[in-house]
């Protein structure tokens, strides 16, 4: 299958899960608007793929639905941590440009403290909005050359 958008995740608050959306609309210098992480800074929008998430059930953790690491878009078919920082996605409408992978866990999220571990310090990565868009569910994600 093509790379795509398995799913468009906001919080409305820090330190909650996020939570399932029909759209999410992404807004240069910002990320996304009514996201709780939204901001002028390099990790606007976090990344995760539906198979690193897979990885974590099958090591027993039960529940996990897309949103549950924090992840504003949930992707399947690309290997997102492979990317290189400056990699430019196109996906649906919009353009990310990757600026981190992965990150430091400072606070210890449920599914850590369920099983010692959690795959999004090593396999999540963060975008910055570099053009405008509306993202949806099944929209498709294109590397950029």
Known sequence: MKPHVVAVNIS??????????????????????????????????????????DKMTALGVKGLTPGIFAENIT??????FSLPVGTRLQVGEAELEVTQIGKECHHHCQVYRQIGMCVMPAEGIFAKVIVEGTLRAGDEIRILP
Not at 22 to 47: F, M, V, Y
């Open 12 to 53: 409305e608050k820090k330190g909650t899960i996020k939570h399932p959306v029909p759209e999410i609309s992404l807004k240069i210098d910002h990320g996304i608007q009514g996201d709780a992480h939204a901001g002028n800074w390099h990790r606007q929008i976090s990344l995760l793929a539906q198979e690193s998430i």
């Open 75 to 80: 992707t399947a078919d690309i290997e997102l």
